[in-house]
C-alpha cells in the first residue's frame, strides 16, 4: 500500500479551487419549466458531485417532493422563476446535511419575508441574500485549506512511532477520522440551532418526527 500524500494534499486543494458557485448572473433571466431547470442545474454542479456523469444533482422526482413539502414556493404554471433557483440551490447544499424537516426550518422565514419579485415592502431580496452568502463563501477558500492543513498535519502526530506502511495507514485514517468528526460536530451544532429556530418559529414535532404549527 503506498499513496503520496503529497499528491492528495494537492489534489483536495485543487478540488477546493474547482468549486464554482453559481453566480446570480448565470441564471437565466426567464422562468423556466422543469426540463430546464434540471438540466441547468445538472450542467453547472456536476462537478460537485462524487460522480460527475452518474450522480444525479436534482431531479424532477426531488423538485416535485420539495414543492409538495412546501419547502420549494410551487411553480407559477409549472414555469420557476429565478427566485426557485435560488431557493433550490439552496436546498442543493442543504440536503448533504440537513434533513428535510430542518430544510423546511430554515429556508422558511427567507421565503415568507424575501421571496416574491415584485414586492416592494421588503428589505431584500431573495437573490440579495443568496449573492451575499456566494460572495462569502468563495472568499472562505483560503481558510478552508489552511484549516485542512492544520488537521493533516495533527493527524501526521498521533503516531509519532510509527514507519512504513504501518504510518501510513495511520495517518490516513487518522486524517480521514478527524475530517469526519469535525463535520459530525457541526452537524450537531447545526440540529441545536435548527430546533431553536424551530422553537421559535413556533413549530411542534409530531410522533414522526415531523414539524407541525
Known sequence: MTLDIDDLIGSLMASLDRIDYIKAADIPNIELYMDQVTTFMESRLKNTTRNPGVDKVLTKTMINNYAKSNILPPPDKKKYSREHMYILLFIYYFKNILSINDIDVALKP???????????????SVEDVYEAIRLTAEGLTDSIKEDLLNTYHTATGIFPDAKGEDEEILTMFSFITL?????????????????????????????DGKNEK
Open 110 to 124: 427567507i421565503k415568507e419575508k424575501y421571496f416574491g419579485e415584485g414586492r416592494d415592502d421588503k428589505p431584500y
Open 179 to 207: 475530517l469526519v468528526l469535525d463535520v459530525y460536530i457541526k452537524k450537531l451544532l447545526i440540529e441545536k440551532m435548527v430546533d431553536g429556530y424551530s422553537e421559535k418559529l413556533g413549530y411542534t414535532k409530531n410522533k
